[in-house]
């Protein structure tokens, strides 16, 4: 294969992802899901956006300190003080790029920027500039280049390019394009900018026509794109993106027809989807392509027996070769310490500290008592949702009892800690959830509204432990509490009580480009 037929997969989960409503992720949370990243082998990880916050610029610069085999990206706008951040972020990174970008459209531009397009374009020669001091690796995005208008296009990345970008993504920010269009607009400007062949062409498409995969695609095969954009279970704002599994599986899949070569250890797109599914509190729908629990699952009769006389009569990917084959039960009551760490260590977390790890092995003595057969999802349950108790924790949950019966209103009451001092409060409700939660904000008074609450099983059988997402909005502000447990209040308490933390949290996000 010529370089020509590489493609390059960039990972945009822990920022482009992390801008779903609710998906925030904490420093350790971002390190593992880059961990994980590396092992899948994606080309390049966009850690985040260095001047969003000091959460996301910790977070990036302790992703550079560790990831060695993928390029280390962080966001900026097109200002000399972001890309100076996002530099200083990055400086322990083995291989780095700065992505910067200026909206092009003549919406964006009048209504969000209030620029004149001449100011846009210099703004963005400048930001190229700027960046070439810190790396020789620079992206440029023109955000809403698929309403962007294409005489302007042309100028602006001509110029980019001729200061020194290295690579240009074409973006369909809000979902707008269609394949056959995408495709023939990008490689018009490929065609009519001059010095188009001294950068690497990218594609970043979201989903709101769901249509996602397919203008990726059209940019590669149409438009000449060689990297692609993309988060893990299509995690994204408004509707999400370009799904990494789907899109790797279609090229593997169809090989035939797309002849590119990828990098890509795709028995490790199943581990890496369960892994940001519970950290975010995302659940995937059954039936989502390539990752979902129903993906490979076969109900007809008609399929079963085909299946049964030649498997590739109803099935065009093996499940093994996105990683469903792994084994499903890993540890028991009578597991030691050391098995538990090394399992921690092949689901790739990294815990900072023996006194972690021995918490988290605590706390899976404890589950295994209650609990016969651990799996793999229950470990990264136990460690996702506890969050190994980080300093500074304003909220922890303690202990909870619940009455409810037929005829008779629920009762709940909990014990949690509010800054270091606990408190014993009761509610009343509806179910024992929302008896469980009234008891909490009676002396929380968090002024939260929940927004949302769902229950996922994390593994087969009655004895699965529940999965609890519950969504809270306060002032604008939105957030996910994930709570795991073999009791479904126990759960919802902790659930609750995790997006409490967050809420209280006081790190300020920045909206970036999409």
Same mark, same amino acid.
């Given at each position: ?93 083995? *291989?780095? *790029? ?67 970008? %290295? ?30 062949? &001294?950068?690497?062409?990218? /594609? ?26 993309? %988060? ?21 899949? *169809? ?35 390539? /990752? ?35 084994? &499903?039960?890993?540890?028991? &009551? ?22 972690? =790890?021995?918490?988290?092995?605590? *706390?899976?003595? @404890?589950?295994?008592?209650? &609990? ?10 136990? =460690? ?13 949950? /303690? ?14 009451? =909990? ?17 024992? =959830?929302?008896? %469980?939660?009234?008891?909490? @904000? ?73």
């Amino acid at each position: 294969m010529t370089d020509s037929n590489r493609l390059i997969i960039f990972d945009t989960t822990l920022r482009d992802g992390e801008q779903s409503p609710g998906a925030s992720m904490t420093k350790d949370e971002k390190v593992r899901i880059a961990r994980q990243l590396e092992r899948l082998r994606v080309d390049v990880i966009e850690a985040g956006f260095a001047a969003a916050s000091p959460g996301d610029f910790e977070a990036i610069r302790a992703i550079a300190a560790v990831i060695k085999d993928s390029v280390v990206c962080s966001l900026s706008r097109a200002n000399d003080r972001d890309i100076a951040r996002a530099a200083e972020a990055l400086e322990k990174a083995a *291989r780095k *790029r700065i992505h910067t970008f200026i909206a092009t459209s003549p919406l964006h531009m009048k209504m969000k920027l209030r620029m004149e397009p001449e100011q846009v374009l210099e703004q963005a020669i400048q930001a190229i500039r700027c960046a070439r001091q810190y790396t020789d690796d620079i992206e440029f995005s023109p955000e809403d280049g698929s309403r962007s208008e294409e005489d302007f296009l042309c100028r602006v990345l001509e110029a980019v390019i001729a200061e020194g970008a %290295t690579t240009i993504n074409f973006p369909d920010t809000v979902g707008y394009a269609v394949p056959e269009v995408f495709g023939a607009t990008m490689l018009r400007l490929r065609e009519r900018i001059p010095n188009s062949d &001294k950068a690497i062409w990218s /594609v970043h498409c979201h989903n709101d026509l769901g249509l996602a995969v397919a203008n990726s695609l059209a940019g590669v095969m149409i438009g000449g794109a060689r990297q692609i954009e993309c %988060t893990i279970n299509g995690l994204g704002e408004r509707a999400g993106n370009t799904a990494l599994e789907e899109v790797v599986m279609a090229l593997r899949t *169809r090989a035939d027809y797309y002849k590119f070569e990828l990098g890509i250890d795709t028995t490790q797109i199943v581990a890496a989807s369960k892994m940001v599914s519970q950290i975010t509190g995302f659940a995937v729908q059954p039936n989502k392509a390539v /990752v979902g629990a129903n993906a490979f699952a076969h109900a007809s009769g008609i399929h079963q027996d085909g299946m049964l006389k030649a498997r590739e009569t109803y099935e065009i990917m093996r499940a093994e070769d996105v990683g469903w084959a792994a084994t &499903k039960i890993v540890l028991g &009551k009578l597991s030691g310490r050391n098995a538990f760490k090394a399992r921690l260590q092949e689901l790739g977390i990294a815990l900072e500290s023996e006194a972690d =790890v021995n918490a988290a092995f605590g *706390r899976f003595k @404890e589950l295994a008592d209650r &609990k016969s057969d651990i799996f793999d999802e229950d470990i990264m349950a136990l =460690v996702s949702a506890e969050d190994h108790a980080h300093e500074g924790e304003h909220y922890r949950f /303690v202990s909870l009892s619940q009455r409810s019966e037929t005829g008779e209103m629920p009762t709940a009451k =909990v014990v949690f800690s509010m800054g270091g001092v606990e408190f014993s409060c009761e509610g009343v409700g509806d179910g024992p =959830v929302d008896a %469980t939660v009234n008891a909490i @904000e009676k002396e929380a008074a968090s002024g939260a509204e929940l927004v949302l609450f769902s229950i996922n099983a994390i593994s087969g059988g009655t004895q699965s432990q529940g999965e609890v997402t519950m969504r809270l909005s306060r002032a604008g502000r939105i957030v996910n509490g994930v709570g795991a447990d073999p009791d479904i209040v126990v759960a919802s308490a902790k659930a609750y009580i995790a997006g409490l933390n967050k809420l209280h949290s006081t790190l300020e996000r920045v909206k970036a480009q999409g």
